[in-house]
């Protein structure tokens, strides 16, 4: 089982054992797929970060960089998304956000839609986004 808790990513058996930290540094959500832990971080204000680590350990990898603060994360067979948001600027009163992917393994990030009101979790099913 994995999980993030004071900004660390966790694992630990689903029967009686030792919870190990992964990685630390802001996380936010996570989402697993068969090989690898995928989760969001930020930095206030600042950019956010899309990370990867294989499930057997090693080395994290950031994926993408975002324009503002990533959160929610979701994974399919072939990308990884997240939606990110910022300020919109002074006459706004919601943040105005994205919804991004980008491969697995890393690659160019490809923005699915844009203007969106302060978008966090997101979920995926075999032909969309939500």
């Known amino acids: ?3 993030t808790a ?3 990513v966790f694992e630990t058996p689903i029967a ?7 990685a630390s540094g802001g996380a936010n959500l996570i989402a697993i797929d068969e090989s690898n832990v ?9 950019s956010g970060y899309v990370m990867q ?5 090693g080395k994290a990898i950031t994926l993408a960089t975002s ?7 979701a994974v399919d067979s ?17 943040p105005v956000g994205a919804i991004v992917k980008v491969p697995i393994g890393g690659g160019a990030m490809v ?7 302060a978008p966090t979790e997101l979920a995926l099913d075999a032909v969309s986004v939500y």
């Open 111 to 117: 923005t699915l839609a844009c203007s969106q009101t």
């Open 53 to 57: 680590l294989a499930k057997g350990g």
């Open 16 to 22: 009686v054992g030792t919870t190990s930290q992964l």
């Open 1 to 3: 089982m994995y999980f």
């Open 6 to 8: 004071n900004g660390g």
């Open 67 to 73: 324009s503002g603060y990533a959160y929610g994360v």
């Open 78 to 94: 072939s990308s990884v998304y997240w939606t990110e948001w910022g300020p919109c600027g002074p006459s706004c009163m919601e």
């Open 38 to 46: 995928y989760w969001t971080t930020s930095d206030h204000p600042g």
